[in-house]
Every structure is written in structure tokens, then in C-alpha cells.
């Protein structure tokens, strides 16, 4: 990326949005010309106008490749290692672990109006890393630097979430733990809180189990 008078300024806004938008059917593209975001939803015919716009404008129009569901599920890792609250540490650690981690994740932050509102913030400026990097690797000219400044990376490593696990066959705990994933998957969000509460409070009963060392 390179900074030129002449260059349009982006709508920062509306590229946020696309860049964190990766579903299979949504398409959005920067128009060099005015710094607009042009998108572009495979369902929608209507549309049919614009792709051909892009297509026989050459040069003009820069796809914008958002973060993929990957990079966005290593966002809610990182975010769940930096939670100092050991329950709600546990419990998210629960929501994220298989298919439908996004939408568990969410609907346990809803009890946790400080922690959301956190997420919120540590979301995006992972967001802005994201779009700096990819803004980095283009030769193209924008008008002004991003106005988010210069994101920090936040303390905690890019790398998978240490899960539960169980070498043994499983126990009272990784049984309530899978039952737990289970309630999660199929429980209305209005009821996860009482759920997760009393999940959590059957964990917490669970004796501790000691192992005399082999000599």
C-alpha cells in the first residue's frame, strides 16, 4: 500500500465490514477510482450489473479477501486465553470446542456484558492487524493511512487453544464435558447461562483424582 494525495480515501467503515464478512456467496471490492466498497452477493440477480462493471473494468477494482473462518476461530482462541476468570475461562473453552463454536461463543458472552463488550474491542483490533497486513502486501495507492492508527498485538500466541482432554477412557468429567457440548448445541440462548451454571457447578463437585507415583 502506498499513500498519495491523489488517491481516494476508502470507506474505511464499509471495508471493515467486508473484510471480516467471508461467506461463500459474498463478494466485495474496492473501487480505486472514489475508495467505495462495491459488493456483490451471488443470490441476489440483480447484481449481475455490477460483476460486469468489475469485469471489463480492468485495474479499477481490487477484491478484498476477508479473514477466513480459520483466522476468525484463532480470534475467539486467543481471546479465550486472555479471560482471567477461571469459570468463564472453562466455560468458553466448552463453547468453542466443535461445529457451532461461533454462535456458542456469542451466546455465553451474553451474560458477561463486561467480557462482550471486551471481545468487541479485542475483535477488532485484531481485525485492523488483519487488514493492515493485507493492505501491506498491495501495490495499490490509497489516500490516508487507516485511521485505527497502529494495532498492537495483543500477549497472547497465535495458537490453538489447549482443549480438555483424557488419555484414559473417559470419566465422570470429560462425560459431563461432552454432555455439556451436547446442552450447548441444542439449548435456546436464553437458557445457556442456567445451563452452563449448573454444568460448571457439577464439574466443580467432581473429586480430584491423585495418582501415587511408580518407582
Do not use: C
Not at 490453538?160 to 482432554?165: A, C, I, V, Y
Amino acid at each position: 500500500m502506498r499513500v498519495s494525495p491523489e488517491a481516494p480515501i476508502p470507506d474505511w467503515s464499509a471495508l471493515e465490514t467486508s473484510f471480516e464478512h467471508n461467506a461463500p456467496d459474498h463478494h466485495a471490492y474496492l473501487d480505486l477510482q472514489n475508495g467505495q466498497v462495491v459488493t456483490i452477493n451471488d443470490t441476489r440477480p440483480e447484481d449481475e450489473e455490477k460483476r460486469q462493471q468489475i469485469a471489463r473494468s480492468t485495474g479499477r477494482f481490487i477484491h478484498l479477501d476477508p479473514a477466513s473462518s480459520r483466522e476468525q476461530y484463532r480470534w475467539m482462541e486467543r481471546f479465550v486465553a486472555s479471560v482471567e476468570d477461571p469459570a468463564l475461562r472453562e466455560r468458553l473453552t466448552l463453547a468453542i470446542d466443535g461445529k457451532g463454536a461461533f454462535r456458542r461463543f456469542k451466546d455465553v458472552l451474553l451474560s458477561y456484558p463486561v467480557e462482550r463488550d471486551r471481545w468487541f474491542s479485542y475483535r477488532a483490533n485484531l481485525l485492523h492487524i488483519y487488514i493492515d497486513g493485507w493492505l501491506a502486501n498491495q501495490d495499490i495507492a490509497l489516500g490516508a493511512y487507516p485511521p485505527w492508527g497502529k494495532p498492537e498485538d495483543p500477549p497472547e500466541p497465535n495458537i490453538p487453544l489447549e482443549k480438555p482432554t483424557s488419555e484414559r477412557a473417559p470419566g465422570p468429567s470429560e462425560t459431563l464435558r461432552r454432555t455439556a457440548r451436547d446442552l450447548i448445541d441444542r439449548l435456546p440462548a436464553i437458557e445457556l447461562p442456567a445451563a452452563i451454571a449448573y454444568l460448571q457447578y457439577l464439574l466443580d463437585k467432581q473429586p480430584s483424582v491423585h495418582h501415587e507415583p511408580t518407582t
